[in-house]
C-alpha cells in the first residue's frame, strides 16, 4: 500500500514535490492544498484543494509536505498542522530551529503524530555530513560553503519586504576560504570571510530603491551578518537573467588523527534546480515520518533522529545485501 502525501503550498518547491513523488512507486498525491482559489492554481495533475479541506482529510492522508516559506508560513503551520497530522517542513532559518522544534514537538507528541523538521539540503543532508565529520574526526573545523547559487529561503524573504515584487538572492562562496581549508590550513574564518549575498530585485512603483536597500542588508539572520549588495532591476531583465536556480556548495572537515597524519572529509552538491533537489529530499523525509509515526515514534524529529535506511523505498534486507 502507499504512502499517501499531501503537498501544502504550490510554489517552485510544491512543484519539485508533484514531479519528486511521481518517481516514487511506493508513494502517491492525494492532493495540493493552497490558500489560493484552488482553480487558479495549474499543476501537473494533482488535484487541488483549499487549505480548509485539511479540517476533515485526516483519512485520506498519512503525511503533509509543507512548501511554504520559512519567515512567515512555517512558524505557523508546522505547529497547527503538526496538531492533526504527520509532516515534513523545510524550516531554513538555522538561528531559530531550537523554538521552531519546540513549538511543532509540543504539537505533534499532543496530538500523537510525528514532523520531521528542517529537512532538504541545509539544513538537513549537509547537517548530517557536519554530524559525521565531528563524530568520526573530532581534533578538528568543520567548514560549510554555499553556492554559488540561488537561495530559495533567501530569495523568499526578500519578497516579503515590503516594495519588491520579484527578487532573487545569490550566495557566493570566497574560492580564497575554500582553497585555504582545502590545503589543510585550518582558518578561523568569519562569517562575512566565507561567503557574500548579492540580491536582484524588482520594486513596485512608487517604491523607494534606498528604503528597500536598508531593510534588506539590515534583516537579522538573513542579510544582516554578510556584505550584501542590492541591484535595482527591471522586470524584463529579471525574466531574462534570473529564471534559472542553480545551487550547491560543500562540507569539509579538516583535522588530524595523529601528529603528521591530516584527514580532509568533503561532501559536495551541485544542483541544476535548487527547488527540485530539495523536494527529492522532503519526499524521501516523508516516507520516512510515515514509517515513524506507524511504528508510534511520534514528535518533533529532525534528520538527526532519522535511521538512514527509513528514507528507501528498499526493505532493510535489500539494503544490507545491495549497499552495506
Not at 497530522?85 to 514537538?105: G, R, T
Not at 550566495?171 to 589543510?184: K, L, N
Not at 527540485?276 to 506507524?294: G, H, K, Q
Request: aromatic share 8%.
Amino acid at each position: 500500500m502507499s504512502i499517501r502525501i499531501g503537498i501544502v503550498g504550490y510554489g517552485n518547491l510544491g512543484r519539485g514535490v508533484e514531479t519528486a513523488i511521481g518517481l516514487n512507486p511506493d508513494l502517491s498525491l492525494t492532493g495540493v492544498f493552497t490558500r489560493r482559489a484552488p482553480e487558479s492554481v495549474p499543476t501537473a495533475g494533482a488535484r487541488v484543494y483549499p487549505m480548509s479541506d485539511l479540517d476533515f482529510r485526516r483519512d485520506d492522508l498519512d503525511v503533509l509536505i509543507l512548501c511554504g516559506g520559512s519567515r512567515d508560513d512555517l512558524p505557523i503551520q508546522s505547529p497547527e498542522l503538526a496538531a492533526r497530522y504527520s509532516l515534513v517542513d523545510s524550516y531554513d532559518n538555522h538561528a531559530h530551529i531550537p523554538e521552531h522544534f519546540a513549538a511543532v514537538d509540543a504539537a505533534a507528541r499532543a496530538a500523537g503524530t510525528t514532523a520531521i523538521i528542517s529537512s532538504g539540503w541545509d539544513p538537513g543532508l549537509f547537517s548530517l555530513n557536519r554530524l559525521f565529520g565531528e563524530a568520526v574526526l573530532p581534533q578538528g573545523s568543520t567548514y560549510t560553503f554555499w553556492g554559488r547559487g540561488l537561495s530559495q529561503g533567501h530569495s523568499d524573504a526578500l519578497r516579503r519586504v515590503p516594495g519588491v515584487v520579484q527578487a532573487a538572492q545569490y550566495t557566493i562562496p570566497s574560492e580564497d576560504a575554500i582553497s585555504r581549508v582545502r590545503a589543510g590550513e585550518a582558518p578561523e574564518l568569519s562569517t562575512r570571510e566565507r561567503h557574500t549575498r548579492e540580491c536582484y530585485v524588482v520594486l513596485a512603483d512608487g517604491a523607494d530603491p534606498e528604503t528597500v536597500r536598508a531593510e534588506i542588508v539590515a534583516m537579522p539572520d538573513y542579510f544582516e551578518p554578510y556584505e550584501t549588495t542590492v541591484h535595482v532591476i527591471d522586470s524584463a531583465e529579471f525574466e531574462r537573467s534570473h529564471q534559472g536556480m542553480p545551487h550547491g556548495g560543500f562540507v569539509i572537515r579538516s583535522a588530524t588523527t595523529s601528529e603528521g597524519n591530516a584527514q580532509v572529509i568533503e561532501y559536495q552538491l551541485a544542483l541544476d534546480s535548487n527547488p527540485e533537489f530539495t523536494a527529492s529530499v522532503l519526499v524521501a523525509y516523508a516516507r520516512a515520518a510515515a514509517r515513524m509515526s506507524a511504528a508510534g515514534d511520534h514528535g518533533a524529529k529532525t534528520v538527526f533522529d532519522v535511521a538512514p535506511g527509513l528514507l528507501s523505498a528498499r526493505s532493510p534486507g535489500e539494503l544490507r545485501r545491495d549497499l552495506l
